[in-house]
Nanobody, 125 residues
Framework: QVQLVESGGGLVQAGGSVRLSCASS????????MGWFRQAPGKEREFVAA???????GYADSVKGRFTISRDNAKNTVFLQMNSLKPEDTAVYYCAANPASSGVYYRAEIAYRHWGQGTQVTVSS
């Protein structure tokens, strides 16, 4: 049974930093493409960042230069370091896994088979 469990969310002031973690189990993490998505109130879920199995990363334009995705294959965990946070970054953040990846990362939700339950990040102004 595959599980993805996000943690690290919370309330932070604008300009601050938060590091999200997503611990996985039940899959071969080292061969998975991993992604982070977010959903703000009243909006559709959107792509934030992704990592190929080999660590090649891609970012949404809105977070490029502020967020960094990384992974620790030994710990089956993917991270999202979020710096210079803005109120518009407020959302529920989800991690997702594609266990059938071929060395690339994916921006589309449909590419991901497994999803975590999400963790709330609230940025106050």
């Amino acid at each position: 049974q595959v599980q993805l469990v996000e943690s690290g969310g919370g309330l932070v002031q604008a300009g601050g930093s938060v590091r999200l973690s997503c611990a996985s189990s039940g899959l071969t993490f080292s061969t998975c493409a991993m992604g982070w998505f977010r959903q703000a109130p009243g909006k559709e879920r959107e792509f934030v960042a992704a990592s190929s199995s080999g660590g090649i990363a891609g970012y949404a334009d809105s977070v490029k230069g502020r967020f960094t995705i990384s992974r620790d294959n030994a710990k089956n965990t993917v991270f999202l370091q979020m710096n210079s946070l803005k109120p518009e970054d407020t959302a529920v953040y989800y991690c997702a896994a594609n266990p059938a990846s071929s060395g690339v990362y994916y921006r589309a939700e449909i590419a991901y088979r497994h999803w975590g339950q999400g963790t709330q990040v609230t940025v106050s102004s």
